[in-house]
């Protein structure tokens, strides 16, 4: 089985920056490809960011260009999301997820391990 964790989520202004991390443990051998994802009350799952295992390829929802960085330390099992200019709209519940694929897709259907979530509320 794989395990994935996340936190770093909180509260803060309108503007500020979080960064969230995503720590995966279990049976992780192979290459992985992680994902963000968020969910917003009453609305559906939607893709924010994925990374390859190698690093070299990302792939951001176009909400979040030039916002927020994804990137990883294998050595470290963990998977990072940094969020800059944050704004109210990005108010979700934030997970992450892996497959073991190794592609960068946006599809929440693509993934089969998910982590429990960590909620970021950005005030106006």
């Known amino acids: 089985q794989v395990q994935l964790v996340e936190s770093g989520g909180g509260l803060v202004q309108a503007g500020g920056s979080l960064r969230l991390s995503c720590a995966v443990s279990?049976?992780?051998?192979?290459?992985?490809?992680v994902a963000w994802f968020r969910q917003a009350p009453g609305k559906e799952r939607d893709f924010v960011a994925s990374?390859?295992?190698?690093?070299?390829?990302?792939y951001y929802a176009d909400s979040v260009k030039g916002r927020f960085a994804i990137s990883r330390d294998n050595a470290k099992n963990t998977v990072y999301l940094q969020m800059n200019s944050l704004k109210p709209e990005d108010t979700a519940v934030y997970y992450c997820?892996?497959?073991?694929?190794?592609?960068?897709?946006?599809?929440?259907?693509?993934?089969?391990?998910w982590g429990q979530g960590t909620q970021v509320t950005v005030s106006s």
């Open positions: 997820a892996a497959n073991f694929y190794d592609l960068v897709v946006p599809a929440t259907y693509d993934y089969a391990y």
């Open positions: 279990g049976r992780t051998f192979g290459n992985y490809a």
């Open positions: 990374i390859s295992w190698s690093g070299t390829k990302t």
